[in-house]
C-alpha cells in the first residue's frame, strides 16, 4: 500500500513563507506526477502544483510566481512564498499515474495566512 505523509503547515502572516513536504512510501512505480491540492471552507479543491517523475512543473495561475513545486526522488516540496490570506486551506499531496486508475492521497496539513 502507498502511504503519502504531509508535514510544514502552520500558522503564518500575510507576506511571509511557508515549506510543505510529502513523503511517499510502498510501491511506487517509477513513472508518476505527484503534486499539491488545496481546499479552503466551503470551495471545492483545487490544483496547487503538479511535478513529473521527469521533473516537469505546473502551477495554478493563482501561485504562478509565489509558489516552487520541487522533488527529491519520492519526496515532493511545494515552498510558498509572498503567502496571501486566500491561500489559507487544508493542502493535500497527490500521487498519481496518469495512465492507470490508481492514485493517493495524504491525510493533509493546515495553512492558515493571517492579514
Known amino acids: 500500500q502507498v502511504q503519502l505523509v504531509e508535514s510544514g503547515g502552520g500558522l503564518v502572516q500575510a507576506g511571509g513563507s511557508l515549506r510543505l513536504s510529502c513523503a511517499a512510501s510502498g510501491r511506487i512505480f517509477s513513472v508518476n506526477t505527484m503534486g499539491w491540492y488545496r481546499r479552503a471552507p466551503g470551495k471545492q479543491r483545487e490544483l496547487v502544483a503538479t511535478?513529473?517523475?521527469?521533473?516537469l512543473t505546473n502551477y495554478a495561475d493563482s501561485v504562478k510566481g509565489r509558489f516552487t513545486i520541487s522533488r527529491d526522488k519520492n519526496t515532493v516540496y511545494l515552498q510558498m512564498n509572498s503567502l496571501k490570506p486566500e491561500d489559507t486551506a487544508v493542502y493535500y499531496c497527490?500521487?498519481?499515474?496518469?495512465?492507470?486508475?490508481?492514485?493517493?492521497w495524504g491525510q493533509g496539513t493546515q495553512v492558515t495566512v493571517s492579514s
Open positions: 511535478i513529473t517523475s521527469g521533473s
Open positions: 497527490h500521487l498519481d499515474y496518469r495512465f492507470s486508475p490508481n492514485d493517493y
